[in-house]
């Protein structure tokens, strides 16, 4: 398997611009989670969709954050406009429901915002 | 969820084992132990995870106290490659909550 697959792997767009980050979650898994780590804050869990449904978004951190899970092999986490403190490695992780606290991370995209 | 503490720092040497301490006196009777770690600019890895009995698994070996008020995970023998950050996190078994703290950051040296 290859594993979560998260694209791309390093995106740097200026202030105010829009960015997209795309995750594959390993087939067959029908939990996917979106995170963000940063030096201050350490890694925080942002959204949590349970088959392709958002269950629990309260740790997105504003209207500008929005995420969705168009069907089971995709989901994409979007800033708009961005700004430059949401320079961050947003990691995507899935799992199977039964074994919600087994997550597989995939290598995360590291986002700067200038 | 319980609260975790652990070392902020440790090293051994190759080859040896590694035996990562972690507290948890607030543990409640349906909370699971969980580990992970996050080797430098890598997505946070499983590792194992148990509820009372110890656990082994090909990575690492999890033994928990009797009173589960504190754990263990035990790398028999420690290579460079697992140099991380390693994470222990106390959930509930049906809980997608993971609180990643600050962890223990192992070196492990030549």
């Known amino acids: 398997d290859a594993g979560v697959i998260q694209s791309p792997r390093h995106e740097v767009t200026e202030m105010g611009q829009e960015v997209t980050l795309r995750c594959k979650p390993i087939?067959?898994?029908?939990?996917l989670f979106w995170y963000r780590q940063t030096m201050m804050r350490g890694l925080e869990l942002l959204i949590y969709f349970n088959n392709n449904v958002p269950i629990d978004d309260s740790g997105m951190p504003e209207d500008r954050f929005s995420a969705k899970m168009p069907n089971a092999s995709f989901s994409t986490l979007k800033i708009q406009p961005s700004e430059p403190r949401d320079s961050a490695v947003y990691f995507c992780a899935s799992s199977l429901e039964f074994s919600i606290g087994e997550q597989y991370f995939g290598p995360g995209t590291r986002l700067t915002v200038t | 969820d319980a609260k975790t503490t652990q070392p902020p720092s440790m090293d051994c040497a190759e080859g040896r084992a590694a035996n990562l301490p972690c507290n948890h006196s607030t543990i409640s009777g349906n909370e699971y132990v969980y580990w992970y770690r996050q080797i430098h600019s890598q997505g946070p890895q499983y590792i194992i995870h148990?509820?009372?009995n110890n656990e082994t698994n090909e990575m690492a070996s999890l033994i928990i106290t009797e009173d589960r008020k504190s754990s263990t995970l035990i790398l028999p023998h420690a290579t460079l490659r697992d140099t991380a950050v390693y994470y222990c996190?106390?959930?509930?078994?049906?809980?997608?909550?993971?609180?990643f703290g600050s962890g223990t950051r192992l070196l492990v040296r030549p």
């Open positions: 087939s067959g898994h029908n939990s």
């Open positions: 996190i106390v959930t509930q078994d049906s809980s997608y909550k993971l609180i």
């Open positions: 148990g509820l009372k």
